[in-house]
């Protein structure tokens, strides 16, 4: 059974400081792909990564993928209160287009 | 371009109705995704189409029937409402066959079984 496990689940910070959200997934894929969804809202992409070793960066968001560990991550440079939602990433191994989401990770930056 | 659209926007039905959730998308793309989301959890896969006229079973089918009724549309039957299919329903779409295979989401169709 495919897993992708998101952590942290949770992640309360102050505005102006950094960190790391990490993305695991249990088998071989080379497209993981990084969505925000702000409260009731639905899903809107930010990443798409395609290769080992991809890097895109985006304002004060920056994701990477490994393949090889089968590890993504996403950066948050000196938080700001707007970047408060919950992320989620997705692999979609195979052929076909099937994702399989983390459990995602509610982001609260505090003023 | 709307983009993907989802009709209702919410709905409450009590054990035992049916109902079906409607999806459609104006970017001429070839698959179109059926996701349930639970508080906690991501979103898991209920039936998916890879192209007009086939559908297969996700992560989560059961109690659930689609129909994709042509490039544009895709339904979502629920035959026999439980409470347990009280979650956020999102419809998605894409290309299929692009180098990126992004998928693009719906505004979601939240739904109260009681």
């Known amino acids: 059974e495919l897993k992708v496990e998101q952590n942290p689940l949770f992640l309360s910070m102050q505005e102006g400081k950094n960190y790391t959200i990490y993305c695991n997934y249990s088998?071989?894929?080379?497209?993981l792909y990084w969505y925000r969804q702000d409260p009731g809202k639905s899903l809107e992409s930010l990443f798409v990564l395609l290769s080992n070793g991809a890097v895109k960066q985006e304002g004060r968001l920056m994701a990477s993928l490994d393949t090889k560990a089968r590890l993504s991550t996403l950066h948050i440079t000196a938080a700001v209160h707007d970047l408060s939602a919950t992320y989620f990433c997705a692999v979609a191994p195979g052929y076909f287009n099937k994702f399989y989401f983390g459990s995602g990770t509610k982001l609260n930056v505090k003023p | 371009n709307a983009g993907v659209t989802q009709t209702p926007k919410f709905q409450v039905l009590k054990t035992g109705q049916s109902m079906t959730l409607q999806c459609a998308q104006d970017m001429n793309h070839n698959s179109m995704y059926w996701y349930r989301q639970d508080p906690g959890m991501g979103l898991r896969l209920i039936y998916y189409s890879a192209s007009e006229g086939t559908t297969d079973k996700g992560e989560v089918p059961n109690g659930y029937n689609v129909s994709r009724l042509n490039k544009r549309e895709f339904s979502l039957r629920l035959e026999s409402a439980a409470p347990s299919q009280t979650s956020v329903y999102f419809c998605a779409s894409s290309e299929g066959g692009g180098p990126s295979y992004e998928q693009y989401f719906g505004p979601g169709t939240r739904l109260t079984v009681t």
């Open positions: 088998t071989t894929s080379d497209r």
